[in-house]
C-alpha cells in the first residue's frame, strides 16, 4: 500500500483549470490512486477474456492485437442494445451542472472527475467512430482516435468512479453517469483489463457462493461465534437453521456482514430479532451473499449472480425473501432484476408473518429489505425496545447510496434509529437523503492500494460528519451497507477520529429486550453500556 498523506495535505486541492487541454494530458498512474490488474486465475475461472499477469505501471498491458475492433465492436453492440447509452451519448450540453456533485472532483479538483468530462472520455470514441461530424471534423467536435492511451484513461477514471449516481439528480437532462462508467467498464473487461479488487470476489462468489470465498463449513463457524456471542451479552442461545427446505423466510446478508467487523454486530442484531419474534427463517450456505459485484463489472455478471439467490429460494422452497443491510443488492434487486431475472413469479408476494403487513412494493422481487421489515415490527409495537442503552451513542445516519438514491429507501432506517436511540441528529440537508455523499470507496473501489483516492473521495462524505460532531458531539455514524460499515471506518479514523461505525441492525441488537434475558451490562460489540455498573467500574 502507497503511503498516505496527512489530511493536512491532502486537503490542499487545486481546482485551477490546468493549462494543458484534457485530451492532449496523458494518465499518471500515481501510487495510491489507481487499482492493481485482475489476477489471470480469476479471469479463467470466470471465462472471462484475455488472463494474463500485466499491471498498470506497466508500458505493454499486452492486450489482444485486434484490442481496438474488440472494443469498437463492444461499444457498437451496446448502442444497439440500451437506448439509454445512445442518447446519453448526444443530447449532453456540456453545462456543468454536474461539475461539483461528484466526491472525487470535490476531492481531487482533476477535471476528469467531472462527471461531464468523464462521460466525454467515453463519448469522444463514440463521436469519431458513430457519427458523421466525428468522422468528418474530428477533435473540431470533441472526437477523438480511439487509442492504447485512451485505453488506460478509461481504466484510470472509470475506477474513480463510484457508480453513486449523485450527478445524475443535478443534471437536467437526467444522464445517469454512472451507466455510462458501467458501459465503460464493459468495454475495457472485453479486453480482460479488471481491477483485482472486483474480480476476485465476482470469482469467489461463483466458487463458494460468498464475495470472501469463505466456505460453507466456515460461513456456519461464523455464525455460531455470532450465536456464541449474543449468549454471552443476553444469556439467550438463538438457534438459526442452515439450508432447511421448507422454512417460510430465506434470508440472505451480505457476507460483510458475517465476517468483517463491525458487520458481525450487524449480523447479531439479526439473529436477536429473528428469534425474539420467532421468524420461521433459514440461513444457505450456498447463497451466502447478498452483495453483487456484478453492478461493478457488466450487465451479464450482475444477472449470473443475481440469479443464485433466486436459484436457492426455489430449491429451499421458501416463501420469500429477507435481505438484509447491503447497498449494491438492494440497487441490483430494484433497479434490474425485472429486466434481468425475473419476475421472480414462483415465490409469494410477500407478508409478514407477524404483523401481516403486505409488502406490495415487493411484488415482483419478492424480495423485502430489513430495514422496512423492522421499521413494521416497530410500528405495530411487536418488539420491545430500550433505547437507553444506546445513550453512549450520539448517532448520526449515513443514506447509502444505493438505498438512498435508486430506492428512495429514506424514511425507514430514520424511523428505527429514532425508536433506538435517544440522541439521533441529521448532517446538513444538502448531505443526505437524495443528496447524500458517497463513502469514496463504493463502486469496488475499497482496496488498500488506493487509499488515497479513497480519502479524497470520502471527503465530502467526512466534511458533513465533522459538522455534526462538532456540533452535536456525534460519535457513531449508522448506515446500511456492508460496503460502507467496512470502509468508513477507515475514513472516519483518518478524517474525523472519535467517530465510529455500525449498522442500523446493531443499535436495534443492542435495544432489543428479549423475553428471558440476563441483565445487560455490555453493547454488542462487549462495551459496557452507560450508567451500568459495569461502566461505572470503568
Known sequence: MASLPEPEELVRINYNPPRRGWMDSPVEFKRGTWLYAAKPRHLEALGLPNPREWSPEEEDWKLPPNWREIVLE???????????????????????????????????????????????????????????????????VGARDLTEGVIKEWFYYFY???????????????????????????????????????????????????????????????????????????????????????????????????????????????LMLFHEIGLDYTLSTYASEGGNFGLFTSHEVMKRLNAKMYDE?????????????????????HQYMDTMNGPADFLEEPVSPITGTRFENARSTKMVHI?????????????????????????????????????????????????????????PENTIREQTFCCGSGGGLNADENMEMRMRGGFPRANAVSYVREKHGV?????????????????????????GVAGVHELVGNALVMKGEAERTTTLRGEPLKGSAEDENT
Open 371 to 427: 430495514c422496512e421489515f423492522t421499521a413494521d415490527l416497530i410500528r405495530h409495537g411487536k418488539i420491545q425496545l430500550d433505547p437507553s442503552r444506546n445513550d453512549g451513542f450520539k448517532v448520526t445516519f449515513h443514506d447509502s447510496c444505493n438505498p438512498a438514491r435508486a430506492m428512495g429507501f429514506f424514511e425507514e432506517p430514520r424511523y428505527i434509529l429514532r425508536k433506538v436511540c435517544n440522541h439521533f441528529y441529521e448532517m
Open 160 to 270: 474513480q468512479c463510484t457508480e453513486c449516481r449523485r450527478c445524475s439528480l443535478f443534471c437536467p437532462f437526467g444522464i445517469d453517469t454512472a451507466e455510462i462508467t458501467m458501459i465503460g467498464r464493459e468495454l475495457l473487461g472485453l479486453l480482460g483489463i479488471y481491477p483485482d479488487w472486483i474480480i476476485a470476489p465476482v470469482a469467489n462468489c461463483y466458487r463458494v457462493g460468498n464475495h470472501v470465498g469463505i466456505e460453507p463449513h466456515a460461513f456456519r463457524d461464523m455464525v455460531d461465534f455470532c450465536v456464541d456471542e449474543i449468549e454471552n451479552v443476553t444469556g439467550i442461545r438463538v438457534e438459526p437453521t442452515f439450508n432447511r427446505k421448507g422454512a417460510e423466510i430465506l434470508f440472505i446478508a451480505p457476507s460483510g456482514d458475517v465476517f468483517a467487523d463491525p458487520g458481525i454486530y450487524t449480523f447479531m442484531g439479526y
Open 74 to 140: 463492444g461499444f457498437k453492440e451496446r448502442l444497439e442494445k440500451f437506448r439509454s447509452l445512445k442518447l446519453f451519448m448526444d443530447i449532453c450540453s456540456r453545462c456543468g451542472a454536474c461539475a461539483d456533485k461528484c466526491h472525487f472532483f470535490i476531492g481531487t479538483g482533476d477535471p476528469r472527475n467531472m462527471p461531464v468530462l468523464r462521460a466525454e472520455l467515453l463519448r469522444s470514441v463514440y463521436r469519431r467512430y458513430f457519427t458523421w461530424s466525428g468522422r468528418m471534423t474530428g477533435k473540431l
Open 475 to 499: 460519535n457513531l455514524l449508522a448506515c446500511i451497507c456492508a460496503i460502507d460499515r467496512a470502509v468508513l471506518p477507515a475514513l472516519m479514523d483518518y478524517w474525523v477520529p472519535g467517530v
Open 313 to 333: 429460494a426455489r430449491r429451499l422452497g421458501v416463501k420469500w425473501i429477507l435481505g438484509g443491510e447491503c447497498g449494491h443488492m438492494w440497487r441490483v434487486i
